[in-house]
């Protein structure tokens, strides 16, 4: 579809997105919440981020003015990535689903780009790189509710899907926030081998695989060896097991996922403990999210993955 110039309304902004193949999109205030403000807070004050620096900083999340000064509205999209994800072999270390392609963060700003440069007002992109609560924002918008084990459900395609915002200065219709519930169930909670999980809602970054094996610099500690089994880059566990995925999850379509595929859903380890430098490294994995472990913590993870099969 040809770019559009100046769009001004809700209406016109969601049938562009949709025409770029954007799964969802909804349309919130810029405005803060003390809520929010008082739960990130909590989570930076009980250490629970573990050496991810950057969000200690968290009042630069706080405020979408922050980003863009003259900011009264944000646009969240959300892209569906789910693969299904079976039979790997036994000697492969196992990639979260969102890392089987190029990095999102590059699909996600592309997308994001051509829609805010059709709009009519200045405008800021963010994708999770920015200090901006999405998932937050997200629920405000309407595009789903956050779950017990701290992912944005939403009712079409469960957890397992890509957030991206545009802040800008137009005033637009608003969404009205996604209502939702996880009821009873607990399975997330349940199934979490590393105990990551401390509460309905709350997460504790420093005993989470995805963190451990992509955040996490050094050794990791010996008590989650066992619990993170293969898998060498995220992890998908929390969300496998929720019935909302069970239900709703289907495959990516969307074109900038849907056809890339670098690291794919498994790795032979072999690949990774033969590799001596960065150059082979970058020949396997560039333009991977893969990239961000580097080679060192991908060694490390794929040395435990080994100890896990042996």
């Keep these: ?4 110039s100046q769009l001004k309304t809700s209406k016109q902004i969601k049938r562009f997105a949709k025409s770029l193949g954007i ?6 205030p810029a405005a803060s ?5 008082n739960f990130f807070k909590n989570f930076i004050d009980e250490n629970r981020h573990g050496n991810m620096s950057y969000l200690a900083e968290y009042k630069k999340r706080l405020q979408p003015s922050n980003l863009l000064s003259t900011a009264k509205s944000i646009i969240v999209i959300g892209i569906n990535y789910y693969r299904s994800q079976e039979n790997i072999p036994r000697d492969h270390g196992i990639i979260a689903r969102y890392a089987h392609g190029r990095d ?6 592309s997308a994001l780009k051509k829609l805010a440069t059709a709009l009519d007002g200045q405008s800021r992109i963010c994708v999770d790189s920015a200090p901006l609560l999405e998932k937050f924002y997200a629920m405000q918008a309407g595009l789903g509710f956050i779950g017990k084990n701290t992912t944005l459900i939403t009712k079409e395609f469960g957890s397992f899907v890509l957030l991206g915002e545009i802040l800008t200065d137009l005033e637009l219709d608003y969404d009205k926030p ?17 105990k990551a999980l401390i509460g309905p809602g709350q997460m504790d970054a420093r005993r989470c695989i995805s963190y451990l094996t992509i955040e ?5 500690p010996s008590e989650f060896h066992a619990p993170m089994g293969r898998r060498i880059f995220g992890c998908d566990i929390c969300q496998e097991v929720c019935p909302y995925n069970l239900a709703y999850a289907k495959n990516v379509t969307f074109p900038g996922l849907k ?10 380890l072999s690949d990774i403990e033969s590799m001596s430098t960065d150059e082979q490294f970058l020949a396997r994995f560039a333009g991977s999210p893969l990239m961000r472990a580097k080679l060192s913590g991908l060694k490390r993870n794929a040395k435990i993955a080994r100890g896990n099969i042996s």
Excluded: Q
């Excluded at 799964?23 to 919130?28: K, M, P, S």
């Excluded at 919440?33 to 403000?37: I, N």
């Design 259 to 268: 056809n890339s595929k670098i690291a794919g859903s498994s790795v032979p």
């Design 216 to 220: 996490h610099k050094g050794e990791i």
């Design 178 to 194: 996604a209502k939702g519930t996880c009821g009873t169930c607990t399975r997330c909670l349940d199934s979490c081998p590393t």
């Design 33 to 37: 919440s003390k809520s929010a403000e």
């Design 23 to 28: 799964d969802l999109v909804g349309v919130t």
């Design 1 to 4: 579809m040809k770019t559009p």
């Design 104 to 109: 999102y963060h590059k699909v996600l700003r």
